[in-house]
């Protein structure tokens, strides 16, 4: 009867930690916008905050935001200190073999910016000897390996912001990067000034194609299964539309 | 433990090992160089100079290495491309790297330091020695030439190698400059292969080995020179 009792006890401590525990979201701390920066209280906001709302509303859960770098997202999924990596994480082969994705929930097209020269095009013939600034270990710099590697050089950069700021004083032709925070980026003063968007480039599936999903620890197929459900729903019940058009003119999906 | 990924990643390995050695060498060489001007002009009679040399020597030593890298790169890199005619000049290909910043950061910091070491070690030599240099009639120039730098640098020699390893251990932060260096190596294999020790492990193995290169190296040349104490 005492063993019962304790049994019942631990038994609805867990359940009750269990409907408490929050799922909690890892984000980075650089500012990557429009999908995560923070506000001047320092408040997480961006496209991808909002769509993490609308997730968690859907799920009926409370979810809890954790600052993580870039790179110490996935150690941080495997220590379990954060549940889900929700930061524009693409879903590659490479990562695949380290953790399991949700599907996509945006599709990250790649484009360049640079000086305002004129000179339109982003293909190799224009790329000619030229300098781009890529962020380390981004698609984009897969990309570049594959199709530019041979005609122009790349300069690695700890965060696509720090290569805005070179590019702006001439140290590099372009920035290679998802459209969305090149596109930020010439909204801005120094943005405006300096640079334009040179167009995106061509298409190839198998590094740019499946898109950007979720991260979850290898196994956790529940979780999984339930952010996918939430994620259509919220695709379906059109709010997606509804918070991206805040953000965005055309259809990230 | 995982090392499957230093085959593949050889080249940029080597090429960072590279960056970081020829970082160390062009600071430390060039560093010293400056510092033996600032020492003299601190140990000597001119007050502008003697002034300009504490001053220059108390902020380099004041501030973080990585805000004078950064206010160099950022700072006065920024402004370089509006100076007329140096985007199209045959300096620009170099001025637009960060390693010329990185080298000039690490170059002055380096001397900053040297220099101070190196006005300790000029007050440290036996005064007999330079009143008997005196006394032979040598004329002050060829006192500093002959006699009393030499000794300064022997008697600064072991202080000297504890600084190049400190300056070895600075080299890293130049990956924020965008310099791939050894560490920006490690920095690229370990954001590419998710792995978080191993190519940790691999580049401290490489700066330790550095480091005992280096002692023995000083020891080597402490030997060299004869002394008499």
């Known amino acids: 009867m005492k063993h019962l009792g304790k049994a019942l006890a631990i038994g609805m401590f867990m359940m009750a930690a269990n409907a408490h525990a929050d799922i909690r979201f890892g984000i980075v701390n650089e500012a990557y916008p429009p999908y995560t920066t923070k506000d001047a209280s320092g408040k997480a906001i961006g496209w991808e905050i909002d769509l993490m709302d609308a997730v968690c509303e859907e799920l009926k859960e409370k979810c809890t935001i954790v600052d993580v770098a870039w790179d110490g997202l996935i150690p941080a999924l495997e220590s379990k200190k954060i549940d889900v990596i929700w930061s524009s994480m693409s879903i590659t082969d490479e990562r695949k073999k380290r953790i399991d994705f949700t599907e996509k929930y945006y599709s990250a097209l790649a484009g360049m910016i640079g000086p305002k020269d004129g000179a339109m095009g982003v293909t190799a013939k224009e790329l000619k000897d030229k300098t781009v600034g890529i962020a380390v270990s981004t698609t984009q710099s897969a990309y570049f390996k594959k199709h530019f590697a041979d005609v122009a050089s790349e300069k690695s950069y700890a965060t696509v912001d720090e290569s805005f700021q070179d590019l702006a004083s001439g140290r590099i032709d372009y920035v290679f990067a998802d459209t969305g925070p090149l596109k930020e980026f010439l909204k801005t003063d120094l943005g405006e000034e300096c640079c334009e968007y040179k167009g995106n480039v061509e298409p190839d599936d198998t590094i740019l194609g499946a898109g950007v999903g979720g991260g979850v620890r290898k196994g956790d197929d529940a979780l999984r299964e339930r952010l996918n459900a939430a994620i259509k729903a919220v695709r379906d019940s059109g709010k997606y539309a509804e918070f991206s058009k805040k953000y965005f003119d055309y259809d990230p999906y | ?229």
């Open chain 2, 1 to 229: 433990m995982d090392f499957s990924w230093i085959f593949p990643y050889r080249d940029l390995i080597l090429q960072g090992a590279f960056l970081t050695c020829l970082l160390l060498v062009i600071s430390v060489t060039c560093g010293f160089g400056l510092a033996i001007f600032l020492a003299i002009a601190q140990v000597g009679k001119n007050p502008v100079a003697r002034w300009l040399a504490k001053g220059y020597c108390t902020f380099f030593r004041g501030t973080p290495l990585l805000i004078q890298l950064w206010l160099i790169y950022y700072g006065l890199g920024t402004y370089l491309p509006y100076v007329p005619g140096l985007r199209t000049s045959f300096l620009w290909p170099i001025l637009r790297e960060g390693l010329f910043f990185a080298a000039l950061a690490l170059t002055l910091n380096f001397a900053a330091y040297q220099g101070e070491i190196l006005r300790g070690a000029m007050l440290a030599v036996p005064k007999g020695e330079l009143e008997a240099a005196r006394a032979v009639g040598m004329s002050p120039a060829m006192i500093l030439r002959r006699i009393w730098l030499p000794r300064a640098i022997r008697i600064g020699l072991p202080t000297f190698a504890g600084e190049v390893v400190l300056q070895l251990k600075a080299t890293p932060i130049v990956f924020s400059v965008t310099v791939m260096d050894l560490y920006g190596a490690a920095y690229k294999i370990r954001q590419d292969t998710l792995l978080v020790y191993e190519p940790l492990l691999l580049v401290t193995l490489f700066y330790v080995g550095l480091t005992f290169l280096i002692t023995q190296a000083f020891q080597k040349l402490e030997n060299a020179v004869p002394t008499r104490r």
